[in-house]
């Protein structure tokens, strides 16, 4: 089955970091881009930024309010993606998914992402 | 940045009734634009991308519709394990989702 489990959400005081955790099985991660969307508590949601394949050039995009604070990275020996979160602040309190970016083709852009994990909470207090 | 704006806010319906949910676009996505469907405590599911193709598992129930600027969701027949708040996303420059409207079973 295909798969993402987040890990690594919790209580942190603003200024704080935190290093969020997603582990992919299913299918093949090296091949995929992949985002982070939050979720504060009762609003909608947010994407956070995504991580391109290393076939497609291994680069990164951020929202503007990650920009400078986040840093998304993987590791595709081990089907693991990364959120390293810096300088927290309260506003960052979200439920953080994982996910997997849906491309038609191999050269075509994201249009929609696919897999979600259930999400870890971080609560900057 | 390309904002999308959901209407309505809440949509209370009975079993079986048809559901039709809006989403507007700022400006033109072509056909870029999905649908998720979010139920109490869980995490989005994606129903539907490039605006009229259903994702893999969603019930024919769910189809969607238009293109450039106004899109819309229906379900043809509530069930009521529809119960859940939706939410449309664009993929210009970056994504962005709409600010979600929330189904009600009466």
Same mark, same amino acid.
């Given at each position: 089955?295909?798969?993402?489990?987040? #890990?690594?959400?919790?209580?942190?005081?603003?200024?704080?970091?935190?290093?969020? #955790?997603?582990?992919?099985?299913?299918? &093949?991660?090296?091949?995929?881009?992949? #985002?982070?969307?939050? +979720?504060?508590?009762?609003?909608?949601?947010?994407?956070?930024?995504?991580?391109?394949?290393?076939?497609?050039?291994? %680069?990164?995009?951020?929202?503007?309010?990650?920009?400078?604070?986040?840093?998304?990275?993987?590791?595709?020996?081990?089907?693991?993606?990364?959120?390293?979160?810096?300088?927290?602040? &309260?506003?960052? %309190? =979200?439920?953080?998914?994982? %996910?997997?970016?849906?491309?038609?083709? #191999? +050269?075509?852009?994201?249009? =929609?992402?696919?897999?979600?994990?259930?999400? %870890?909470?971080?609560?900057?207090? | 940045? /390309? *904002?999308?704006?959901?209407?309505?806010?809440?949509?209370?319906?009975?079993?079986?009734?048809?559901?039709?949910?809006?989403?507007?676009?700022?400006?033109?996505? @072509?056909?870029?634009?999905?649908?998720?469907?979010?139920?109490?405590?869980?995490?989005?599911?994606?129903?539907?991308?490039?605006? $009229?193709?259903?994702?893999?598992? /969603?019930?024919? !129930?769910?189809? @969607?519709?238009?293109?450039?600027?106004?899109?819309?969701?229906? $379900?043809?027949?509530?069930?009521?394990?529809?119960?859940? *708040?939706?939410?449309?996303?664009? !993929?210009?420059?970056?994504?962005?989702?709409?600010?979600?409207?929330? *189904?009600? $079973?009466?």
């Amino acid at each position: 089955d295909v798969q993402l489990v987040e #890990s690594g959400g919790g209580l942190i005081k603003p200024g704080g970091s935190l290093t969020l #955790s997603c582990s992919a099985s299913g299918f &093949t991660f090296n091949k995929a881009w992949m #985002s982070w969307v939050r +979720q504060a508590p009762g609003k909608g949601l947010e994407w956070v930024g995504r991580s391109r394949s290393k076939i497609d050039g291994g %680069t990164t995009d951020y929202a503007a309010p990650a920009k400078g604070r986040f840093t998304i990275s993987r590791d595709d020996s081990k089907n693991m993606l990364f959120l390293q979160m810096h300088s927290l602040k &309260t506003e960052d %309190t =979200a439920v953080y998914y994982c %996910t997997r970016d849906h491309r038609r083709g #191999s +050269q075509d852009e994201p249009d =929609a992402l696919d897999v979600w994990g259930h999400g %870890t909470m971080v609560i900057v207090s | 940045e /390309i *904002v999308l704006t959901q209407s309505p806010d809440t949509l209370s319906l009975s079993p079986g009734e048809r559901a039709t949910l809006s989403c507007r676009a700022s400006k033109s996505v @072509g056909t870029y634009l999905a649908w998720y469907q979010q139920k109490p405590g869980q995490a989005p599911r994606l129903l539907m991308y490039d605006a $009229i193709t259903r994702a893999s598992d /969603i019930p024919a !129930r769910f189809s @969607g519709s238009g293109s450039g600027t106004d899109f819309t969701l229906t $379900i043809s027949s509530l069930e009521p394990e529809d119960l859940a *708040v939706y939410y449309c996303q664009q !993929r210009s420059n970056w994504p962005t989702f709409g600010g979600g409207t929330k *189904v009600e $079973i009466k």
